[in-house]
T-cell receptor, first 116, second 113 residues
Framework: AQSVTQPDIHITVSEGASLELRCNYSYGATPYLFWYVQSPGQGLQLLLKYFSGDTLVQGIKGFEAEFKRSQSSFNLRKPSVHWSDAAEYFCAVGARNAGNNRKLIWGLGTSLAVNP | NAGVTQTPKFQVLKTGQSMTLQCAQDMNHNSMYWYRQDPGMGLRLIYYSASEGTTDKGEVPNGYNVSRLNKREFSLRLESAAPSQTSVYFC????????????FGSGTQLSVL
């Protein structure tokens, strides 16, 4: 079955510290992978995506993620966290259903808190 | 640049009442989606519309109906609201074809008493 697992429900880091949010997926073919961020009271915004090619992808707001096929992972990283990065982060996998219409499978999210 | 606009932002209903959540996008996107977000359950797809004139069920369609009124608008209707439908609802759209980027509205917080 296709699934996305974000093992960490909640993470707290200090401002200026590095960050890594984990995402593992189960999918039968090469996946399309995404990270979205949700600030309080807002909709989700795309941070970055992986379709093919270079396995290290750069996104907005200084985030990057690395696709590791052997580990079925797509972890999100940032070298120095800012207080404004406090938000909910969602990993998602792009799947294709029988009707050839792609739908996303979502992880349950990781809530990030940033200490001053 | 309005993007995806959802109305209303907040709504309180009594059990059994009906209502329609409105969604409109001004980006000429082909595909539109309705999700619900609940604590500990992430985002779950209710219905989607791959293109104008088509709609399909997602993971949790029971108790909902949708209408793709035109390319811009995709509404979600609760015919007889139940407390289990208390949730935050998000509309999203994407260009379609090979583009996977979803654009989200800011959500509707619905409480059913």
């Amino acid at each position: 079955a296709q699934s996305v697992t974000q093992p960490d429900i909640h993470i707290t880091v200090s401002e200026g510290a590095s960050l890594e949010l984990r995402c593992n997926y189960s999918y039968g073919a090469t996946p399309y992978l995404f990270w979205y961020v949700q600030s309080p009271g807002q909709g989700l915004q795309l941070l970055l995506k992986y379709f093919s090619g270079d396995t290290l992808v750069q996104g907005i707001k200084g985030f990057e993620a690395e696709f590791k096929r052997s580990q079925s992972s797509f972890n999100l990283r940032k070298p120095s966290v800012h207080w404004s990065d406090a938000a909910e982060y969602f990993c998602a996998v792009g799947a294709r259903n029988a009707g050839n219409n792609r739908k996303l499978i979502w992880g349950l999210g990781t809530s990030l808190a940033v200490n001053p | 640049n309005a993007g995806v606009t959802q109305t209303p932002k907040f709504q309180v209903l009594k059990t059994g009442q009906s209502m329609t959540l409105q969604c409109a996008q001004d980006m000429n996107h082909n595909s539109m989606y309705w999700y619900r977000q609940d604590p500990g359950m992430g985002l779950r797809l209710i219905y989607y519309s791959a293109s104008e004139g088509t709609t399909d069920k997602g993971e949790v369609p029971n108790g909902y109906n949708v209408s793709r009124l035109n390319k811009r608008e995709f509404s979600l209707r609760l015919e007889s609201a139940a407390p289990s439908q208390t949730s935050v609802y998000f509309c999203a759209s994407r260009v379609g074809g090979g583009s996977e980027k979803l654009f989200f509205g800011s959500g509707t917080q619905l409480s059913v008493l």
